[in-house]
T-cell receptor
Framework: EAEVAQSPRYKITEKSQAVAFWCDPI?????LYWYRQILGQGPELLVQ????????DSQLPKDRFSAERLKGVDSTLKIQPAELGDSAMYLC?????????????FGPGTRLTVT | GENVEQHPSTLSVQEGDSAVIKCTYS??????FPWYKQELGKGPQLIID?????GEKKDQRIAVTLNKTAKHFSLHITETQPEDSAVYFC?????????????FGQGTRLTINP
């Protein structure tokens, strides 16, 4: 069964450092999502890509966060500089098409701890 | 903006009994409602979903009901087993400026007692 891949699974970094997360969606899925999940809460959308284009980044803190999906396949989410409040689980999800099949499938996530 | 409320936040049931989790949403245009199960240290797993053109959907021990008029939907798990213990999230799909977006509830921690 195809799955969304993410790496690393765990990351510990000091505040003010840069950190990057990688996601490889299910093959053929045009839409890719990055979510942030704070402990004890539901996932919150940070950015959504349709192929290589950003379609929604309204909740992305653009002063420190950036995301790219250059070839419309895998994606990288970067934080620079990291702050203590960025400690959370970062989840990647993908779906076949934004307007057609709605099902979103999540990867295992990257647990970020900022010290 | 769209808001999804989920209750209860924690639920403990005896093995074999049923569990019910309820969610309400605010955007009447929402038309897709998935449920996810999240085990410790893992990403959310889609377990069942329902679209607004049906009122109920069932998959073995899991069922979801939708009341569009009241804007609420529920997850029902029957004959609960220890492996059902996890955090469950409901979500509602909204469309903002042509982009679909899932808004999640706060989650329910379900514990099945043997």
């Amino acid at each position: 069964e195809a799955e969304v891949a993410q790496s690393p699974r765990y990351k510990i970094t000091e505040k003010s450092q840069a950190v990057a997360f990688w996601c490889d969606p299910i093959s053929g899925h045009a839409t890719l999502y990055w979510y942030r999940q704070i402990l004890g809460q539901g996932p919150e959308l940070l950015v959504q890509f349709q192929d290589e284009s950003v379609v929604d980044d309204s909740q992305l803190p653009k002063d420190r966060f950036s995301a790219e999906r250059l070839k419309g396949v895998d994606s990288t989410l970067k934080i620079q500089p990291a702050e203590l409040g960025d400690s959370a689980m970062y989840l990647c999800a993908s779906s076949l098409a934004a307007g057609g099949s709605y099902e979103q499938y999540f990867g295992p996530g990257t647990r970020l701890t900022v010290t | 903006g769209e808001n999804v409320e989920q209750h209860p936040s924690t639920l403990s049931v005896q093995e074999g009994d049923s569990a019910v989790i309820k969610c309400t949403y605010s955007d009447s245009a929402s038309n897709y409602f998935p449920w996810y199960k999240q085990e410790l240290g893992k990403g959310p797993q889609l377990i069942i979903d329902i679209r607004s053109n049906v009122g109920e959907k069932k998959d073995q021990r899991i069922a979801v009901t939708l009341n569009k008029t009241a804007k609420h939907f529920s997850l029902h798990i029957t004959e609960t087993q220890p492996e059902d213990s996890a955090v469950y999230f409901c979500a509602a799909r909204i469309i903002i400026q042509g982009a679909q977006k899932l808004v999640f509830g706060q989650g329910t921690r379900l514990t099945i007692n043997p």
